[in-house]
């Protein structure tokens, strides 16, 4: 088994801890993390609790094909419901249980989302994100900008160019 990415114990733990509360079901008891979310019903059943009806039909017996359907079905989910793609992992990161902690982040990611949706009551997951703050300057409060020079790297008084020389000097021999 290959580990891309660090996993944090207790990131899963908080993430499994809102997944419980969110769909109202313990994992199964004695069975690690990234096995209880492998079939991909579990993830199903939170998107279907945070937007109900998102996921049609949930597979819950068949062969791998069926369950890696599920988690295929849950990425769309998740874009539907406003995840980044860059906070998606991939099919085979959890299937094959090659890159776990990215599954984490990305259960982190859709509880940043649910603050997005006021129809979502709670729990959420992880810190609320920032909302857009904008800015309008006036014509005049930008024109009063262009007359101040910039000193973030100090200040430039005195700063002249004598008595710099870099290297050795250049030697011009004449007469060969």
């Known amino acids: 088994m290959i580990v891309a990415g660090k996993r944090d114990p207790q990131q899963e733990q908080e993430a499994q801890a809102w997944i419980e509360t969110v769909i109202g079901e313990r994992f ?3 069975v690690p993390y990234e096995i209880a979310l ?3 019903i579990i993830l199903c059943k939170l998107m279907n609790r945070l937007a109900p009806g998102i996921i049609s039909k949930i597979n819950t017996s068949g062969g791998d094909y069926k369950m890696m359907d599920n988690l295929s079905q849950f990425q769309n989910a998740c874009v539907k419901y406003g995840v980044a793609d860059v906070d998606l992992f991939q099919t085979t990161d959890l299937w094959d249980q ?3 902690a990215l599954v984490t982040t990305t259960i982190f990611a859709i509880g940043r989302t649910a603050y997005r949706h006021p129809e979502w009551r709670g729990p959420w997951l992880g810190p609320r994100p920032a909302e857009e703050n904008r800015r309008e300057f006036s014509e005049q409060t930008l024109r009063a900008s262009e007359g101040i020079i910039g000193l973030q790297a100090g200040t430039n008084k005195g700063a002249t160019q004598a008595g710099q020389n870099f290297g ?3 030697k011009i021999i ?3």
């Open 168 to 170: 050795a000097s250049r």
């Open 38 to 40: 492998r079939d991909g």
């Open 98 to 100: 090659k890159n776990i």
């Open 174 to 176: 004449l007469g060969k």
């Open 28 to 30: 199964p008891p004695g």
